[in-house]
């Protein structure tokens, strides 16, 4: 079955911890991209990608980190995470830039 | 940054009604796609529609685009409870080459039995 898988699913961690949360799909996909998701404000982009080893800036990446090593991986790193990256994360992807994106189900993070 | 603001923020009605929710965006596009989100879960894709397409559907699916207006509507026909959700509009800019997509703050559709 065609799909993006994220894990995990739900995250709890303390300020300042380490985590990655994993993504990986297995439809070949030159693109993929990470979204984090806040009430009020609609997805925004974290990270893109538009092909192995290469990756760029979204709106939103302060604190984050990514690489894009093998086409099917999507990591997403947060070297010292802090209360204010609460949210929702998707990770998505598509077969090239701009067509449509095929989603994850999504990580729900908890920094206290 | 924002660029499409969907419209109206929530919708509640009677299954069976049609639904029509809104799409403003603010600058030139190369497309324009509707995806929808199931509580709190994974966005789905519905339509993607080209800036040089004027209307398209997909089942009881009908997006509208008009260019010169920077807007778009997606229409629901004889709804039904499975299609509460929310739903979002995503733009590309028109100008850049990374086809990144800004997406809308959504419309919350609840439709009632």
């Known amino acids: 079955e065609a799909q993006v898988t994220q894990n995990p699913r739900y995250l709890i961690t303390v300020t300042g911890k380490k985590l990655t949360v994993t993504c990986s799909q297995n439809m070949n996909h030159e693109y993929m991209s990470w979204y984090r998701q806040d009430p009020g404000l609609g997805l925004r982009q974290i990270y893109y990608s538009m092909n192995v080893e290469v990756t760029d800036k979204g709106d939103v990446p302060e604190g984050y980190k990514v690489s894009r090593k093998e086409k099917r991986n999507f990591p997403l790193i947060l070297e010292s995470p802090s209360p204010n990256q609460t949210s929702l994360y998707f990770c998505a992807s598509s077969e090239k830039g701009g067509s449509p994106l095929h989603f994850g189900n999504g990580t729900r993070l908890t920094v206290t | 940054s924002q660029q499409g603001e969907e419209d109206p923020q929530a919708l509640s009605i009677q299954e069976g009604e049609n639904a029509t929710m809104n799409c403003s965006y603010k600058?030139?596009?190369?497309?324009l796609q509707w995806y929808r989100q199931n509580s709190g879960r994974g966005l789905v894709h519905l339509i993607l529609i080209r800036s040089n397409e004027r209307e398209k559907h997909s089942g009881r699916l009908r997006v509208t685009l008009d260019t010169s207006k920077k807007s778009s509507s997606l229409l629901i026909t004889a709804s039904r409870a499975a299609d509460t959700a929310s739903y979002f509009c995503a733009t590309d800019r028109a100008m850049d080459s990374n086809y990144q997509l800004i997406w809308g703050a959504g419309t919350k559709l609840i439709i009632k039995p």
């Open positions: 600058t030139s596009i190369n497309n």
